[in-house]
């Protein structure tokens, strides 16, 4: 393969990632496209997911964190972020076309076939399904049900100003799962967990989205980043202080304590300085405080943690 052949970074990668550093060349497109080489998209999955299971851990002492379940939801967590992200390349490849943070990307640029990456897409479904079928029916059912919502979700920017509210009933799916691979069912706490977790997403995926405002506005995509305008500060503070008060209902609804409540502060702290100092005209500002949930979710399930062992 000759140099102006080989696969080139993605724009919207960091540069000399581990993809790009120890992939294989025939690989590295295909990586890209299942984004692991921006690992922060499958922590942000995998992390409600250990809030369920903190949850039902609170609730249940005596059963304990459920850490062989944490494992398998991982690796369900970056099979099916990649597969949502090869399918979300798919459908949108001629608009990441115009956009120029995504033009880089495996399907536009030409590094992989739109009849290769379904392939490819088929292939992490299978894996994640192997994953799935490991916990109860109820949960098998709920997960497989989820996958209306990931499939739907790339047409939302076509049709409404509200894509990432789509975007949370999908990416949020994991509290319901870590809850029922507990229990075989649902209950409030995990309810509370889901609504508070898709606020979170809403505001976490406006402020990306911020990056795109001037392409997307050209080529007629909606966002709430464009509807809320120069309110979205603001606006990403309500879902934000929404998500933490629905949070702490469902951990309180679930037994805990003051542990969690003093705990779970770091995380209130971490969105309160997302929004403080966010500047969607510097670069990079935008995606460093978008990249700062996933200690989010460390704090989260951190501050559950402490309160299910004391």
């Known amino acids: 393969m000759s140099d ?4 080139q970074s993605v724009a919207d990668a960091q540069s000399g990632n581990w993809v790009d550093r120890y992939f294989p060349d025939w690989l590295k497109p295909y990586a890209r496209l299942a984004r692991w080489d921006r690992p922060i998209g499958f922590w942000l999955l995998f992390w409600p997911c250990t809030w369920g299971l903190g949850l039902a851990a609170i609730a249940k002492p005596e059963r304990g964190f459920d850490f062989p379940a944490a494992i398998m939801m991982l690796i369900g967590a970056v099979l099916m972020r990649g597969a949502g992200c090869t399918f979300n390349d798919i459908v949108d490849r001629d608009i990441d076309m115009q956009v120029a943070r995504t033009r880089s990307r495996p399907i536009p640029s030409g590094a992989v076939t739109s009849r290769d990456a379904l392939a490819f897409l088929v292939a992490q479904a299978l894996l994640a399904s192997v994953v799935l079928f490991q916990f109860n029916r109820f949960t098998v059912l709920a997960g497989v049900a989820s996958l209306v919502l990931v499939a739907i979700y790339p047409f939302m920017k076509r049709i409404t100003w509200w894509p990432q509210l789509f975007l949370g009933l999908a990416f949020s799916y994991g509290a319901l799962v870590g809850w029922s691979s507990q229990s075989a069912g649902l209950a409030m706490p995990a309810l509370l967990a889901y609504f508070g977790t898709i606020l979170w997403v809403i505001g976490y995926d406006t402020i990306y989205a911020l990056q795109d405002v001037e392409d997307d506005a050209l080529i007629g995509v909606k966002s709430t980043a464009l509807l809320f305008g ?5 606006i990403v503070s309500g879902f934000y ?5 629905l949070w702490l209902a469902a951990a309180t609804l679930a037994g805990a304590g003051i542990v969690f409540a003093v705990f779970s502060l770091v995380a209130a702290g971490l969105l309160a300085w997302q929004v403080q100092t966010l500047d969607a005209e510097v670069e990079g500002n935008a995606l460093a405080r978008f990249k700062s949930n996933h200690y989010v979710g460390i704090a989260l399930v951190l501050a559950m943690l402490a309160d299910w062992v004391w």
């Open 4 to 7: 102006a052949n080989q696969p």
């Open 241 to 245: 202080a929404a998500a933490y008060v």
């Open 230 to 234: 120069s309110k979205a500060r603001l």
